[in-house]
């Protein structure tokens, strides 16, 4: 059966929410939305050192190049853990780390719903793209009415707030698109105030090279001393501009598969015992000796003199990184720095 428009649609939003995603949307391919914006971001280096950024611009602007023949780009949303990410020293892990690693989670259920489809007969090509393929993901989300683009950049809903994952699945299936939802920040500006490194220079306009989430995953060197002094408490990437919000609630609804690691746990724990917990999370992605050396960071900010044995372990480990970020922390928590 080839793709007829409006049975693949009511096909495809009956197993994609059976998967659990929270809402699906279309929207016509083409050059994304607000391009030139994101150009614009681009040129002014406000990305910082995430060279692949630079190198993906070609692919990000033609989505074509992904999928030759792509009509339609499926935006699918699912809800991720959104309870309170403190551990038990108060070290907090960003929410949408706190449980089995969403690249392969939705990886693994959009395949379903697209073996499904074939199944039943439809006919079409497809690429999923779960942070896999440079798409400019929020820019499509919001065309596809999934919500708009909130002050602190993120896409959000009035349902769903904005602990949510985002995936695409790329398609030469004509489907019917839908409308874009209207913006309803209003004059509400808490998550720019909120910020505590000043990281939202104006509304959804993020200067990475400020933002904690940007230090503490994506940057891999020492942390300097200005942004751990402004942690916060915050481990692994930071929530603080989507806490705020008031579409995200008081009442936390989902709980966490994973418990958020303390800081003694992880200067202390062992490689073996740390891939047995967090392997496949998304916490992965700095590794533990990246996750040592935000710890380090962290033990900086908040004065914790009770971890100066585990730091100085750290400081004489083989990781580059990490042990110098420990050296730090110990000349600083022993008074040897200013
Ligand atoms: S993630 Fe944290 S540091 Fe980055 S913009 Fe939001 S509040 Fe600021
Ligand atoms: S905190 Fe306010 S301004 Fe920021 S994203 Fe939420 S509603 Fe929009």
């Known amino acids: 059966m080839l793709a007829d428009p409006t049975t693949l649609r009511r096909a495809l939003e009956d197993l994609a929410h059976e998967q659990g995603f929270s ?8 050059i994304p939305p607000r391009f030139e914006l994101f150009e614009d971001w681009i040129g002014r280096r406000l990305h910082a050192q995430q060279a692949y950024l630079d190198r993906s611009l070609p692919l990000r602007r033609d989505p074509a190049l992904l999928l030759p023949g792509v009509r339609s780009i499926i935006v699918l949303a699912h809800p991720h853990p959104d309870g309170d990410p403190a551990a038990s020293d108060g070290a907090r892990t960003a929410r949408y780390a706190l449980s089995e690693d969403y690249h392969r ?19 079409f090509a497809s690429r999923v793209c779960v942070d896999s393929a440079p798409v400019n993901e929020r820019a499509w989300a919001a065309l ?11 896409v959000m809903n009035e349902t769903d707030g904005s602990y949510f994952w985002l995936c695409e699945i790329l398609t030469d299936a ?11 920040c209003g004059s509400c500006v808490r998550c720019l105030q909120a910020c505590p490194t000043q990281a939202l220079l104006a509304p959804g306009l993020l200067d990475s090279e400020r933002c904690l989430s940007y230090w503490t995953i994506e ?17 692994f ?20 598969s994973r418990n958020p690691p303390a800081l003694a746990d992880l200067l202390s724990t062992g490689s073996a015992s740390w891939k047995r917990r ?7 992605r700095a590794g533990l000796s ?22 100085r372990r750290l400081a004489r480990s083989g990781h580059a990184v990490a042990s110098a970020q420990a050296r730090r922390t110990e000349a600083k928590l022993q008074g040897r720095m200013p």
Do not use: H
Not at 174 to 184: G, I
Not at 278 to 284: C, G, P, Q
């Open 23 to 30: 809402r699906v949307g279309v929207a016509r391919a083409g």
């Open 105 to 123: 989670v939705l990886r693994k259920k959009c395949r379903t719903i697209l073996e499904r489809l074939r199944r039943e007969g439809f006919r």
């Open 144 to 154: 596809a009415g999934i919500g708009w683009i909130g002050k602190n950049g993120m």
């Open 174 to 184: 004509r489907l019917a698109s839908d409308a874009p939802v209207a913006e309803r």
């Open 219 to 235: 940057q891999r060197g020492v942390i300097p001393e200005d942004m751990a002094d402004r942690l916060n408490g915050w481990l």
């Open 237 to 256: 990437g930071c929530d603080i501009c989507q806490e705020v919000c008031p579409y995200n609630g008081p009442a936390p609804a989902r709980e966490a």
């Open 278 to 284: 967090f392997a496949d999370t998304a916490l992965s």
């Open 290 to 311: 990246g996750m040592r050396r935000n710890a380090a960071a962290l033990a900086e900010s908040s004065g914790r003199r009770d971890l100066l044995p585990q730091l």
